[in-house]
């Protein structure tokens, strides 16, 4: 027999996503909740991602791909809470059977008692998300730093062997998380009377962490322009000098733009989900970080 076959096999094999003959198999739902398991899983497993780095995850459809690892997974980690309603169907037909964390159902998240009082003028009724609740909790690194030892325990209970080296893992990146919180709180303390507006309305537990000075969302609905009405209060505010600056998001900044046109208002970019960053271990501290970047550069001068 000839080597030939067997090596090619073995190539194709190497291009699979890397799938560890003893340690689970986890699907996430978005880029900073693959990047915390993947911090937690390290190269005991395997961990996918359902909505690529860059996508909503308000609205998606499933591909064949994604739906496969969906029916493959031993774990499947999701953020819950009203995030990724389409989500809730495939979960019930497809993994039924499969360990289901949902990071927002987790006791004691430091969530605001009404969280509209985070964001005033925010929590409108034509939210796509849950009336009066933001699912973006990630933003919150405290809430991520709840999460992480959640994580490590639903691995070590798939996988006892290496239980001990997934809760050091949680426990090293709790500190990594909470040093990082710590650091922006710093930083971010400045700017915590310069009012500003943003497009989406995802920065709730981030705002209520940081105390900032969110003074409305243009939508919560990535596909669907503002009402007028709506449009003309944020565009009050932008003329009047109260909201310093106008946020984006990556790729969407037509609203933000409109909102700004011809006033002193700065434009600025806020990335809920590490659009422009290489998906991994590194990219949950980093997109926490470029937030706080953003609100300076846009903020602070
Ligand atoms: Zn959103």
């Excluded at 600025?268 to 998906?279: F, N, R, S, T």
Aim: negative net charge; glycine residues 8%.
């Amino acid at each position: 027999m000839k080597p030939a076959p067997v090596l090619a096999a073995l190539a194709v094999l190497a291009f699979l996503p890397a799938r560890a003959a003893s340690g689970p198999g986890v699907v996430t739902d978005i880029p900073p909740v693959h990047s915390l398991v993947a911090r937690v899983l390290g190269g005991e497993g395997a961990v996918t991602m359902l909505v690529p780095a860059g996508q909503s995850p308000h609205d998606h459809a499933l591909r064949p791909s994604e739906a496969r690892a969906l029916g493959a997974a031993d774990l499947v980690v999701i953020v819950g809470g009203g995030l990724t309603p389409w989500l809730d169907r495939p979960l019930a037909t497809l993994a039924p059977r499969a360990y289901l964390v949902v990071l927002a159902d987790i006791p004691g998240l430091p969530v605001p008692q009404r969280e509209q009082d985070a964001a005033p003028g925010t929590g409108a009724p034509d939210s796509d998300h849950e009336e009066g609740s933001d699912p973006h909790l990630w933003l919150n690194p405290q809430i991520a730093a709840i999460w992480l030892p959640v994580i490590a325990d639903a691995l070590a209970d798939l996988d006892p062997p290496n239980a001990q080296v997934y809760r050091d893992r949680a426990e090293a990146a709790v500190r990594e998380v909470l040093d990082l919180d710590a650091a922006l709180a710093a930083r971010l303390r400045p700017l915590s009377a310069k009012g500003y507006i943003v497009a989406h309305d995802a920065f709730r537990h981030f705002e209520h962490r940081y105390h900032l000075d969110n003074l409305g969302a243009a939508t919560t609905v990535h596909d669907l322009p503002p009402g007028a009405a709506r449009l003309s209060t944020l565009r009050k505010l932008v003329e009047s000098g109260d909201a310093l600056c106008v946020f984006a998001e990556p790729g969407e900044t037509a609203i933000a733009e409109q909102l700004a046109a011809g006033t002193g208002a700065r434009l600025g970019v806020l990335d809920p989900l590490g659009a422009g960053i290489e998906p991994g271990p590194d990219l949950y501290p980093r997109l926490v970080a470029n937030l706080a970047d953003s609100l300076e550069a846009c903020l602070g001068r």
